[in-house]
């Protein structure tokens, strides 16, 4: 896919993966419309992204600028999501690739997080995914090429215990995705969907915690997060927007990722216990 003077729409745009997956989009030339509830954030992804194209290290850059927009949206807002097409338009000539990369997580067992947080986390990683996709592809299907990308997670493909909130909505974009792509097929939408493994981002900083957790218990799960996400966003964004181009219908990002699901398909229900072996070694 030739992503030169296309439009992407990216959402959770302000940091993360969301900032890297821009940055790789404009190295190439393609227009964005950048949505997230951090207005600050957005506007340094925004400067960031429009010095990635015009840097004279990049010999793919021409010296024309961007057309870059920036959206204060927050994805489990209905009306925010329904009257953001039209603030594109009016910003953009079209849509052609939409990436639902907008995220929370929330750490503890089924039992300690509350069915409040557990909707919360669902408005976000699911429910906007599908209200996003919904408003937006209309859009895509005027595009001669267009693509549809969603961020799962590894928690997409694998279950560790204290993940079910996060992985339950990850699992769901996950199948929302596949299915998706089947209804697609044969129109001029591609739906790609991603597996991030640990990628070295904020979300287990800014993850919400149950109530009644002790301070050291949250001090320690943030901890053994941190450990794992090691991997540079920028990496991980090359990652996906060469999934992009290549078409590609799952992209895994990281050896983690790869190594795991790997570990899932061999052995569907077991895998838990002999990662759980592996753990202290890795």
């Known amino acids: 896919m030739n992503l030169e ?30 949505a997230d509830v951090n207005d600050p954030g957005l506007s340094e992804t925004a400067r960031v992204a429009q ?32 009257a953001f097409p039209q603030a594109v338009t009016a910003a953009h ?38 209200r996003m996709t919904r408003a937006f592809l209309p859009l895509l299907r005027k595009s001669d090429d267009a693509r549809l990308v969603n961020l799962s997670s590894i928690y997409g493909l694998i279950s560790p215990p204290a993940e079910t909130a996060y992985s339950a909505s990850k699992f769901a974009v996950r199948g929302f995705s596949n299915s998706l792509r089947h209804e697609l097929a044969g129109s001029k939408i591609g739906v790609t969907v991603v597996h991030p493994g640990g990628v070295a981002t904020s979300i287990a900083d800014n993850a919400r915690v149950p109530k009644d957790m002790p301070p050291e218990e949250i001090a320690r799960r943030r901890a053994l997060a941190k450990k794992a996400l090691r991997m540079p966003p920028a990496a991980a964004g090359e990652i996906i927007v060469k999934g992009v181009e290549r078409r590609s219908p799952r992209v895994l990002v990281g050896n983690d990722a790869k190594f795991l699901a790997l ?11 002999i990662f759980s072996v592996l753990i202290p070694r890795s």
Request: net charge neutral.
């Open 5 to 34: 003077n296309r439009t992407a729409v990216i959402t959770g745009a302000a940091s993360g993966i969301g900032r890297a997956i821009a940055v790789s989009l404009a190295r190439r030339g393609c227009h964005l419309a950048l």
């Open 51 to 82: 010095s990635a194209r015009t840097d004279p290290t990049n010999r793919t850059a021409s010296r024309s600028g961007l057309r870059i927009s920036q959206h204060h949206i927050d994805v489990a807002d209905r009306r925010d999501v329904a």
């Open 93 to 130: 000539p079209g849509v052609d690739i939409l990436v639902n990369n907008a995220g929370v997580a929330i750490g503890g067992t089924f039992e300690v997080v509350s069915e409040e947080d557990f909707e919360w986390l669902f408005e976000i990683n699911f429910w906007g995914v599908v």
């Open 263 to 273: 570990l899932e398909r061999l052995a569907p229900i077991s895998y838990w216990k």
